[in-house]
């Protein structure tokens, strides 16, 4: 019967292979290490010693909008949402990387089995673990105008309610690559928001699966959502669920640039939006919303009832808090900037590690007594 021997040169060998697995294999998967983070304190941006100049440009926000217009009704598995898509990515920055989460429910009221995408951006192969900040806004519009006095069959056009959020969210993508926030800061476009008591359908079944499908060990701390912030009337008062320190700082930031009188300091409504499944999670979650618009989920939510200057406002309120938190760009950072995540081995790697330990130290003996 022979006898099988480990040489020095394949112990050696095997070595390599566990600590090669040890330092680059497992610390990227979540059953071994958890990313941790400390968030950013949120600082008003009027008491920042340092100057700034917000760079958000509403009339390219505006012509994002128009785009999404010229393309038509965004109806969730219609042609007119895969060419949105097909715009959302092109019109990204180039440092910001694609997550494609595609699904299909399995439910009696998608009889048709439409596919369904959220589109997640972040310069991570994980858009939920490192970056603290989720920032959303849904990109489908609503298959019947059932608010419409003369024709409630008609799609919705969606200049508001859809291009609105969609067009901010694409200007502040170019706003935090200029920044380099691209590591604290996840977007999020969501599919099929808006079809709820259509043929069946809930509201909020993109954000909903992504909220589900999102590891236990994210990181994102903060979740806004941008939604119907084009109306050229804007009155955005705070929704009731929204929690109220994250209210605070984003209104606070508004109250700084002077903009009292387009977010009014005040409760209103509480509204089934893109945070719910976030707030769920325990995820603080705020919904931005002008929820005072007549020409919801009618005809008329067309271009004729928004404006560049309102959705101007939101981006720069929304930029000056990212300044708040954040700081200023690479070159003339402040020290509101939080330090980078950090992995942290869990208890599954450690007993690995362990294991590999008493591996070596006990094949060294068996070599030490031999050589004796």
């Not at 006898?3 to 095997?14: G, Q, V």
């Not at 929690?243 to 509204?271: M, R």
Request: without cysteine.
């Amino acid at each position: 019967m022979r006898k099988h021997t480990i040489t020095p040169n394949l112990f050696i060998f095997i070595i390599f292979l566990e600590f090669f697995f040890l330092l680059f294999i497992l610390p990227h998967n979540p059953l071994f290490f958890h990313h941790t983070t400390t968030l950013p304190t949120h600082r008003s941006s009027a008491t920042m010693t340092k100057e700034y100049a917000l760079q958000f440009d509403e009339n390219k926000a505006f012509d994002h909008l128009k785009s999404q217009l010229d393309i038509g009704p965004r109806i969730p598995g219609s042609k007119e949402i895969n060419k949105t898509r097909e715009y959302i990515i092109s019109n990204m920055p180039i440092d910001w990387k694609l997550t494609w989460q595609s699904f299909v429910p399995n439910e009696s009221w998608n009889d048709e089995h439409i596919e369904l995408v959220n589109l997640i951006f972040s310069n991570t192969t994980n858009p939920f673990l490192g970056p603290q900040i989720l920032i959303g806004a849904h990109y489908d519009t609503r298959k019947y105008a059932t608010n419409d006095l003369t024709n409630r069959t008609a799609p919705v056009p969606g200049a508001n309610d859809g291009a609105s959020g969609v067009a901010v969210l694409l200007e502040l993508a170019r706003i935090i690559s200029l920044n380099n926030w691209t590591s604290y800061i996840s977007l999020a476009f969501f599919d099929a928001e808006d079809q709820g008591q259509l043929e069946g359908w809930p509201w909020i079944v993109g954000s909903t699966y992504m909220a589900q499908h999102m590891p236990k060990n994210h990181t994102i701390g903060r979740v806004v959502i941008l939604d119907m912030i084009g109306d050229d009337e804007l009155n955005i008062y705070q929704e009731r669920s929204s929690t109220d320190s994250l209210v605070k700082e984003i209104w606070d930031e508004a109250a700084a640039l002077q903009y009292n009188t387009y977010f009014l300091p005040e409760k209103k409504y509480t509204i089934i939006d893109d945070h719910q499944p976030f707030l769920k999670k325990g995820i603080p979650s705020v919904d931005i919303i002008d929820f005072d618009y007549p020409e919801w989920h009618t005809t008329k939510d067309d271009i004729n009832a928004v404006s560049a200057k309102s959705l101007g406002i939101v981006g720069r309120t929304i930029e000056a808090w990212l300044y708040s938190l954040l700081g200023l760009n690479a070159d003339n950072r402040n020290d509101s900037l939080p330090p980078p995540p950090v992995q942290k081995p869990t208890r599954s790697f450690l007993f690995l590690a362990a294991f590999a330990t008493l591996v070596i130290v006990t094949y060294l003996r068996k070599v030490k007594k031999r050589t004796k």
